[in-house]
């Protein structure tokens, strides 16, 4: 299952963690993980290029977007949440 973690502070996203597998289909068909890679890397790939900085352990990628312009956030959570509530077996979401 892949998880999806954001924290809020006044009702603005400021950090984000997307962990694990979908396990919907074999690696390399499986849709879930394609539609939340797709997000999470054109979001975080954006986030980047403006100097933000982010952190890799035990192979997880967590951004720290402290001060950004959220709606490139919001892009990624809604597209998270919506994908979520159609595979609710493979994605959850946590705030």
Not at 36 to 59: K, P, Q
Not at 63 to 69: C, E, F, G, Q, R
């Amino acid at each position: 299952m892949i998880t999806a973690k954001f924290k809020k502070r006044s009702n603005q996203i400021y950090w984000y963690q997307v962990i694990g597998h979908a396990g919907y289909a074999n690696i390399g068909n499986d849709i879930v993980c394609a539609g939340v890679s797709a997000l999470y890397i054109s979001v975080t790939n954006t986030l980047l290029s403006m100097g933000r900085t982010f952190e890799r352990d035990d192979g997880y990628f967590t951004l720290d977007a402290t001060d950004v312009d959220n709606a490139c956030l919001k892009v990624l959570y809604d597209g998270i949440q919506s994908i979520a509530e159609q595979y609710p077996d493979n994605i959850k979401v946590e705030e």
